[in-house]
């Protein structure tokens, strides 16, 4: 019997986009080799990052000017600007690629992008919402909502909030991930002492099941493609904690550069990508051992990273 092949190409690179809100750029880093190919000019302190290839384009959220710049990553150039909420910080691609949730951290609401016809439309949320993140199938969006201390969940088809899962064992949610399976959401918690907390959030239920305690001011949160195991950024302990999945134990705690703010994880999930705002730095995480095996110099105040294709022709 003939298996399906798979439609997806595979000679296009990948490459982790990385924002450099010290001075407004970009640095593509080629995750083959660990090199920066090239520096994008972006928006004004540019901040989130997620990327749609759907249309072939990076969105970048600038906290300054309360808007969101469109990067064409076929000509490495911003070719719009959309106004959003105020301090727009996290955003994220649906996972049908058609729509971007920006998380307005200066005010209280969460604007969605139609990347095809580039129109916004706003929801409230609550009080300072940090971060977004989709359901594998993209029916529910999931919203960090900082001082408001819940996360907000949104039906993405009628875009509007459905139900509210209060923080109960931490302080002040930041980055959020789910899991491939859907089955669980990782909520980092920034809290004000350490340890601090990142919550466990049963999605069927919608509620928090666990605590887990890690570094100090956890920050950035991704779960591999296999959904074994959660990386967490800790910016004021430099370090990064490992926890597995199956029983949200803490595997290891790899130290990393300064600040580290954001990870990022391939999707052959051989490797994580950390940004180090301090720094200016990415550290590159071998998955299977858990080490360092690179720091990668890229800008003033790295800040947050997405993996995606270039589209450049190289």
């Not at 604007?111 to 993140?133: L, M, Q, R, W, Y």
């Not at 969006?141 to 949104?154: L, M």
């Not at 509620?207 to 950035?220: D, E, F, L």
């Amino acid at each position: 019997m003939r298996k399906n092949r798979k439609k997806h190409v595979h000679h296009k690179k990948l490459f982790a986009y990385v924002t450099n809100f010290g001075e407004d750029t970009i640095s593509m880093i080629d995750t083959k080799n660990d090199k920066v190919t090239s520096t994008i000019p972006a928006g004004s302190q540019p901040d989130g990052i997620t990327i749609s290839p759907l249309v072939k384009h990076a969105y970048v959220s600038n906290t300054e000017n309360n808007s969101v710049s469109v990067i064409d990553l076929s000509r490495h150039k911003v070719v719009n600007e959309i106004p959003v909420g105020e301090g727009p910080v996290g955003l994220a691609a649906t996972p049908d690629e058609r729509k971007v949730y920006v998380a307005n951290f200066g005010g209280t609401t969460v604007s969605i992008i139609d990347v095809c016809k580039e129109t916004v439309k706003h929801i409230e949320v609550g009080d300072n919402p940090f971060d977004v993140a989709f359901s594998p199938d993209g029916r529910k969006a999931y919203v960090a909502v900082t001082i408001s201390n819940f996360i907000a969940v949104i039906d993405t088809k009628k875009e509007s909030v459905i139900d509210r899962i209060p923080i109960t064992n931490g302080e002040f949610p930041r980055d959020l991930a789910v899991t491939p399976d859907g089955k669980k959401l990782y909520v980092a918690n920034r809290g004000r002492g350490e340890p601090s907390t990142v919550s466990v959030i049963d999605l069927k239920e919608n509620v928090v099941t666990n605590a887990v305690n890690v570094g100090i001011r956890p920050n950035g949160v991704a779960v591999t493609p296999d959904g074994k195991k959660v990386y967490i950024t800790n910016i004021s302990s430099d370090d990064v904690t490992v926890v597995n999945v199956w029983d949200d134990s803490i595997i290891t705690t790899i130290p990393v550069g300064d600040g580290p703010t954001d990870v990022c994880i391939t999707p052959d999930r051989k490797k994580a990508y950390v940004t180090n705002y301090n720094a200016g730095t990415v550290s590159v995480i071998c998955i299977k051992n858990d080490i360092v095996m690179t720091t990668i110099t890229t800008g003033k105040q790295t800040s947050d990273c997405a993996i995606g294709p270039s589209c450049y022709p190289f």
